[in-house]
């Protein structure tokens, strides 16, 4: 019997907000696989918000999806059948999987699917070993270069990047203050992933005064926009900024953000601001899975997963990163039957 395969396709570019007709659900038969390919079952699909950006017709760091195609999305999924030998039955993989109840893997390496190493939870590939935790732990280690001493601002602290970069931070000898938006997320942050955290809602110029009265000397941004402004008015001299994101925007057709008012703080505090995709940083990805390896094996790194189940509601996890409703890393658990799997 032909499987037949779910596929979340996008429709229509979003002007603003993600909306019931940006995607369509479809479905379509599996094809037969060719030598030296794999079909993966897909069981879990990792949300980020960078995904909004890949719905505009604008490129960023890379093509946008095409109208008519597959959402694209990093996933972890087992092996079903397989006509190359390097991806046997029952390995699980991860990699660019896309939103949809099977993929065929044809191909390794950064864009492709690779195997789960030994012992690891598969839906961690989408985590902490995955896009939130190399993001985080680059943006901290070599970009901003963070050291003891140093007192780090991260906004958007109670996200899946950002949680993990405050605590990199701290594990470097750094003084740590994140922000969030909701008291949940403040105690989230300040009880579990054990940095000081305050809610954006508060004035955030005088928490930043009193948490660094000589200014913060490196800032990991998320945000953007009026926390961006916050954190350049508190700048020590020669502070580091890294932009990872601006999800503030709302990463939407109209743009991602507008420049800080007050950017020539930058000059009077003789500051860097850079912005960092991960990928820039191949060469030490096997340092750095190394490291946060050997932190989560010693109890010093956790993380928290907020899972929504169903393919079908994979664009309303997607809207939701922009929304505020996530705690820690967003990710969809497929719901389809397995019984004709095993």
Same mark, same amino acid.
């Given at each position: 019997?032909?499987?037949?395969? *779910? ?8 002007? &603003?907000?993600?909306e019931?007709?940006?995607?369509? !659900? ?13 079909l ?11 995904? *909004?950006?890949?719905? $505009?017709?604008?490129a960023?760091y ?35 999987l ?43 280690? &070599? ?18 990047v950002?949680?993990l970069?405050?605590q ?5 000898g ?23 955290c305050?809610?954006?809602h ?5 928490? !930043? ?12 941004? $998320? ?6 402004e ?31 008012? $007050?950017y ?14 991960? !990928? %820039? ?18 109890g ?5 997963? %907020? ?18 409703t996530?705690l ?11 019984? %004709?799997?095993?």
């Amino acid at each position: 019997m032909t499987r037949q395969n *779910r596929r979340v396709v996008l429709r229509n570019r979003p002007a &603003h907000r993600i909306e019931a007709d940006t995607f369509e !659900l479809e479905t379509a038969p599996v094809p037969p696989l060719r030598d030296g390919e794999a079909l993966v079952g897909v069981r879990w699909l990792g949300i980020d918000a960078t995904q *909004r950006t890949w719905l $505009n017709a604008e490129a960023t760091y890379t093509d946008p999806v095409a109208v008519g195609d597959v959402m694209r999305g990093s996933g972890v999924g087992e092996v079903l059948e397989s006509r190359n030998p390097a991806l046997p039955r029952g390995q699980w993989v991860y990699g660019t999987l896309g939103w949809q109840d099977y993929a065929i893997a044809c191909g390794e390496g950064l864009f492709g699917v690779n195997p789960v190493p030994p012992g690891l939870d598969p839906k961690h590939m989408l985590s902490v070993y995955g896009t939130s935790g190399l993001t985080a732990y680059v943006g901290i280690t &070599h970009v901003l270069n963070v050291s003891p001493g140093d007192t780090v601002l991260v906004t958007g602290a109670a996200g899946g990047v950002g949680s993990l970069a405050g605590q990199i931070a701290r594990l470097r000898g750094a003084r740590v203050l994140g922000t969030a938006g909701t008291p949940e997320k403040v105690r989230w942050v300040t009880d579990v992933a054990g940095f000081e955290c305050l809610d954006y809602h508060d004035d955030v110029r005088a928490a !930043l005064r009193r948490f660094a009265p000589d200014g913060v000397s490196a800032v990991f941004d $998320n945000v953007g926009g009026p926390l961006l402004e916050a954190a350049l008015d508190n700048l020590a001299i020669g502070a580091r900024i890294a932009l990872c994101g601006s999800i503030s925007s709302g990463y939407t057709a109209q743009g991602y953000g507008n420049a800080p008012a $007050n950017y020539m703080r930058l000059a009077f505090r003789r500051a860097r601001m850079e912005g960092f995709i991960f !990928l %820039d940083f191949l060469a030490e990805f096997p340092a750095a899975l190394g490291e946060l390896a050997g932190w989560v094996a010693d109890g010093k790194l956790v993380w928290r997963e %907020d899972v929504t189940t169903g393919l079908a509601n994979a664009p309303a996890a997607l809207q939701g990163l922009f929304d505020g409703t996530n705690l820690g890393k967003r990710l969809v658990a497929l719901d389809r039957a397995t019984d %004709d799997e095993r």
